[in-house]
């Protein structure tokens, strides 16, 4: 199996992105890679380790570039080279830090979409307080503007990969929502939740944004605006809670002490909500796996998303959602309401 990786996109790229690729050379012995970007850079990084070849190019999308013009106008760009190894068959899979609007305009001009699936969706895993399990959550920002269908789409999507990638049995499908209640939300939801109730999966109703990190579901969906919104506000308070008690545990000699006591405990709880562990935002709906690491990504999160990768062509995941999607046996999935 070969991968593709954009060597360029990212906060901390080349040097994050070519060592967690290292790292899953020497893990995955089985696995080969192609990491595109600037050769000058990358060859001191990679040395020596096999199983690694260079596609060289020096051309980059910016995170401040204009998503769909830079992909049609920086044809060269390392993001666009690495997809475009993946539409020639040479790659099974692409995996990208760099801007997520050009890398999804990228998957829909070089992959395309599954047939079926009216719009891609963003989807990352994220943690749960209790449970060392995380939840699939998507829509997180593909698509401001959703249609009920939509939803029931991603649901359907999102209850394949639950159950073969994250091996959850019968996995559990939530609707996010400003109640629980049937009743509750706007015209979008109260449809969705309609089509959610009818359909075969494992649908258990509404779910508010204050409880996601307690584990209600297994797969959380959303309309990409509210989805983003709930992305975004998780982020900004985890690092304020950090640095808030970086300022507080370190502030006196007392609490230096008590932090060097709580430090195993500490440490671990950091562990268990570092979004790293979870692999990157899958690109739900195109036709290859397209996966999307965080801009500020380590090291860590690169190799957790490459094995993420491994696992996804592994057991076909884009196959079975497309089969499914196009079995007439789920004619409900193109229902409308």
């Known amino acids: 199996m070969k991968l593709a990786i954009d060597a360029m996109g990212g906060d901390h790229a080349p040097g994050t992105i070519v060592e967690g690729t290292i790292k899953a050379a020497k893990t995955f012995p089985d696995l080969e890679f192609v990491l595109v970007g600037d050769k000058s850079?990358?060859?001191?990084?990679?040395?020596?380790?096999?199983?690694?070849?260079?596609?060289?190019?020096?051309?980059?999308?910016?995170?401040?570039?204009?998503?769909?013009?830079?992909?049609?106008?920086?044809?060269?760009a390392s993001m666009v080279l690495a997809v475009q190894e993946v539409r020639e068959g040479r790659c099974a899979a692409a995996i990208s830090g760099g801007n997520t609007g050009a890398?999804?305009?990228?998957?829909?001009?070089?992959?395309?979409?599954?047939?079926?699936?009216?719009?891609?969706?963003?989807?990352?895993?994220?943690?749960?307080?209790?449970?060392?399990?995380?939840?699939?959550?998507?829509?997180?920002?593909?698509?401001?503007?959703?249609?009920?269908?939509?939803?029931?789409?991603?649901?359907?999507?999102?209850?394949?990969?639950?159950?073969k990638v994250m091996h959850r049995a019968n996995p559990r499908i939530g609707l996010l929502n400003i109640g629980e209640e049937p009743g509750k939300g706007n015209e979008l939801t109260k449809k969705a939740y309609q089509l959610l109730s009818e359909a075969p999966i494992h649908f258990i109703g509404n779910v508010e944004s204050r409880d996601l990190l307690q584990g209600p579901a297994d797969v959380i969906v959303a309309d990409g605006f509210s989805g983003n919104l709930?992305?975004?506000?998780?982020?900004?308070?985890?690092?304020?809670?950090?640095?808030?008690?970086?300022?507080?545990?370190?502030?006196?000699?007392?609490?230096?002490?008590?932090t060097g006591l709580?430090?195993?405990?500490?440490?671990?709880?950091?562990?268990?909500?570092?979004?790293?562990?979870?692999?990157?935002?899958?690109?739900?709906g195109l036709a290859a796996p397209i996966i999307k690491v965080?801009?500020?990504?380590?090291?860590?999160?690169?190799?957790?998303?490459?094995?993420?990768?491994?696992?996804?062509?592994?057991?076909?995941?884009?196959?079975?959602?497309?089969?499914?999607?196009?079995?007439?046996?789920?004619?409900?999935?193109?229902?409308k309401i």
């Open 41 to 76: 850079q990358l060859e001191p990084l990679v040395g020596a380790q096999r199983g690694i070849k260079i596609l060289h190019t020096t051309e980059k999308i910016e995170g401040t570039d204009a998503p769909v013009q830079a992909v049609r106008r920086k044809k060269q």
């Open 230 to 258: 709930v992305l975004k506000s998780i982020e900004g308070t985890a690092m304020s809670l950090v640095g808030l008690l970086k300022e507080t545990l370190g502030g006196s000699f007392y609490t230096k002490v008590l």
């Open 262 to 284: 709580m430090y195993g405990k500490l440490k671990k709880m950091r562990k268990h909500m570092d979004y790293s562990a979870y692999g990157g935002a899958l690109l739900f």
């Open 294 to 335: 965080h801009g500020a990504a380590d090291s860590e999160a690169v190799f957790t998303a490459i094995r993420q990768a491994k696992l996804l062509v592994e057991e076909d995941v884009v196959g079975i959602i497309e089969e499914t999607i196009q079995n007439k046996h789920y004619d409900w999935l193109n229902r």
């Open 103 to 163: 890398l999804m305009a990228s998957g829909l001009f070089a992959v395309g979409r599954i047939k079926g699936i009216d719009r891609p969706a963003l989807a990352p895993t994220l943690p749960t307080v209790h449970e060392h399990k995380g939840f699939l959550f998507l829509d997180v920002g593909a698509n401001a503007e959703t249609r009920p269908e939509n939803l029931l789409q991603y649901a359907t999507m999102g209850a394949i990969y639950a159950e």
